[in-house]
């Protein structure tokens, strides 16, 4: 568990900062309420936010290449043990799954030859 790299993970990837980025966009309606899904795609890279009029946050995201929004806090490419530091953890194997306090959300992040290769998150919605 994690909870400040959970919501500094969060707070770089933003529905603000996706919007400024310029990302092509597809909009949802949502089954429920007024407000609706907001996905984004840069390349291979795609994230999901939910928008409402009450409420907006980061619901998914898969980042599989290089990913300007998550600078400087990640990079792909970064090194396992720089990974590592940050979540002050020791060691790690090749795949490690950070969550917030209530579980409501998770970051898994993939290792290939000791270096960063994949990141997704999820987050549970209520």
Do not use: W
Request: a positive charge; glycine letters at 4%.
């Amino acid at each position: 568990m994690n909870e400040r790299f959970i919501a500094s993970l969060l707070a770089q990837v933003s529905y603000q900062r996706l919007v400024a980025a310029n990302y092509p966009v597809v909009k949802e309606r949502a089954p429920v309420g007024s407000g609706g899904f907001v996905r984004f795609s840069h390349g291979v890279n795609q994230f999901a936010c939910f928008h409402s009029p009450d409420n907006t946050f980061t619901v998914s995201f898969t980042i599989s290449r290089a990913e300007p929004v998550l600078a400087p806090l990640l990079t792909l490419g970064m090194a396992k043990k720089e990974v590592l530091r940050q979540l002050r953890l020791a060691k790690s194997r090749n795949t490690l799954q950070v969550t917030e306090l209530e579980g409501m959300a998770r970051a898994t992040l993939f290792f290939q030859q000791e270096k960063l290769a994949k990141i997704t998150f999820q987050a549970t919605i209520d």
